[in-house]
């Protein structure tokens, strides 16, 4: 089991509870709206956690379409298919890794808060973008840290918060807030140079940063 599989598994319950909250629930619909979805259309949610995005996707591809969750962990799938808006028969979760997805001609992906996760966050976009068909869409959402005028002393929190919501023990959690930056940093490069027609938005007082893209 990896450390993932491990700390996600361990915290599923209490994610799942976090992962609604109004204010993310929005951060959710902003999001989903980035994939422009149309109703039959297939997205693929990459590393779906408890599937809080999932009610999101749903209502844009509609009943004739499909909508994927792939996750790693099964506690968070088990945690998803308890929820009655983020099951139905146009939704399926898969157990599976999300750098190497066992899915191939979708129209959308998505992954939220997944991108800092992987050690080779290129690779995991590579992987996103090849199981697109020509013109559809990949989006990242993702924290970053704000430039907002006065938002110095939260970006030292925004350090705190990454370190304590990453899997592994201290002393690795400690060197986990910088190379998260720069996975982040490096999925989004990846991302603008296999996209076109990319839009960026940021929200949450610049916390937050969604990017997407057109795959050629
Ligand atoms: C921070 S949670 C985000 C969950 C969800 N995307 C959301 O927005 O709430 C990260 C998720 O990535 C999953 N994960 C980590 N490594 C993975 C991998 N290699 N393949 C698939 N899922 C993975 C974890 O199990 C966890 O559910």
Do not use: K
Request: hydrophobic residues 40%.
């Amino acid at each position: 089991m990896t450390d993932a599989q491990s700390f996600y598994g361990r915290w599923a319950t209490l994610y799942d509870r976090l992962a609604s909250l109004p204010g993310v629930d929005s951060w959710r619909g902003r999001a989903a709206d980035a994939l422009a979805l149309s109703p039959g259309d297939a997205v693929v949610e990459m590393g779906c956690g408890s599937g809080a995005n999932v009610p999101h996707l749903r209502e844009r591809v509609g009943p004739t379409g499909r909508v994927v969750g792939l996750d790693v962990t099964g506690e968070m799938l088990a945690r998803a298919r308890t929820h009655s808006d983020r099951t139905g028969p146009e939704v399926d979760y898969l157990r599976g890794d999300a750098t190497r997805p066992p899915v191939d001609g979708v129209d959308a992906v998505l992954a939220t808060f997944v991108a800092g996760i992987f050690p080779d966050p290129a690779g995991a976009v590579d992987a996103w973008c090849d199981c697109v068909v020509p013109g559809g869409r990949v989006a990242l959402l993702n924290f970053q840290r704000s430039d907002a005028a006065l938002a110095a002393p939260l970006n030292v929190a925004f350090e705190g918060f990454v370190r304590l919501s990453a899997p592994g023990d201290r002393l690795s959690r400690a060197s986990h807030a910088s190379a998260f930056e720069r996975r982040v940093r490096v999925a989004r490069e990846r991302l603008t140079e296999r996209t076109v027609d990319r839009r960026y938005e940021a929200f949450g007082g610049g916390y937050l940063g969604l990017v997407s893209g057109r795959v050629v």
